[in-house]
């Protein structure tokens, strides 16, 4: 059921500029998701989507009228941070079919656009293919990123696991003509669903079809089932279509994690599997600076770097201080090029080494070890 509701505001702020999306704002146009993926953590109660999650929408019907007034740059008192405008719902996809009857996202990507914004899209539908050509703009203008999420490539796991959205074969599809348009285009491979999407031969099936795509990034995470509604649904999804892996999915999320993280996730094989494949085919592994949105500063850029940092030295089978570090640092109150060699050591968890690479990443804006782990 589709039920039209009004929103107070519609532009989400975020402390920092987030280091999976780089985005420092995000916009949610709808709430609940006929997607209906069997993982999707939207379900979880902490959100708050009320009713039957893959049914029932809420439509926030007066997003544009506060959207014109949000973003425009001359009502407000502090400059908009840098950082992407995030069209996503992490309860929603902004692309759900009733898009085409509402066009919510439309008009929010032409106020995006004439306000000067910078935009990342992530969607799982091919719908978006009608904004092809505003977004066009807006990548001339202010750029925009097209990212779509997968857990597979493979079109019959697909439809299981992903019921109301078109195959991945057509998603692929749809990304060709956005990489044909121009575009920055990446994959978020989130979740792989254990059992199903997740061994070493489906994971190069997948990196594969995605560099033949022309996808210039993918962003990795295994599967988390929060208790709950989330954990519900998923299991009761297995019990009727897998009833053979039941048993393996009670085992392994056992621990009720209320992250929902499996047991053992350090050692989670498919974290190695995704690091060959994507070793193989030369895939960056997380959003690479090429990609990121204009006017970052120097201190977001050393916090950005740390982060990534701490992902990919860990997904290589490293240990890593960088978490630590960007974690410190963002909590200093104080921009950290200004900062002297030893004021940076002063830092619990900023090492000799560390100061070396925040140091090449102030000077030259790059880090070298940063570009080694991104594809090696
Ligand atoms: S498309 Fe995204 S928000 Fe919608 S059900 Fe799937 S995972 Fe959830």
Redesign the pocket.
Known sequence: MISEVSAKSMLRKQKQIDSWFLSRYSINLYRG?T???V????RDEKYQVEGD??SDVSIKINSAELLEKELDHARKRKPFGSGYRFVC?????SY?HFEKQYGLTRRTLELLLRFDHPVHML??SVLIERDIGLLSEINRNSRALVSF?FSTVDDSLGRKL?P??PPPSARLETVKRFKDAGFGCGMYLMPVVPFITDSAEMIEQTVSAAKEAGIDFIVFSGMTLKPGRQKDYFLRFVSETFPALLKEYERLYSNNSPWGVPRGEGTYSASRYFYSASSKYRMPRRLPPAFWPPGISPTEQVLLYLEQLDYLAKLAGRNSPYGTAARVLSGAGRPVEQMSDSDLSSFSGVGSYTVSLIREIINTGGCSYYNRLLAD
């Open positions: 998701c997607h209906n993926c993982y999707c953590d939207g999650f893959g719902g992490g309860v929603s996809d759900q969607t799982k999420s992903e109301g959205v």
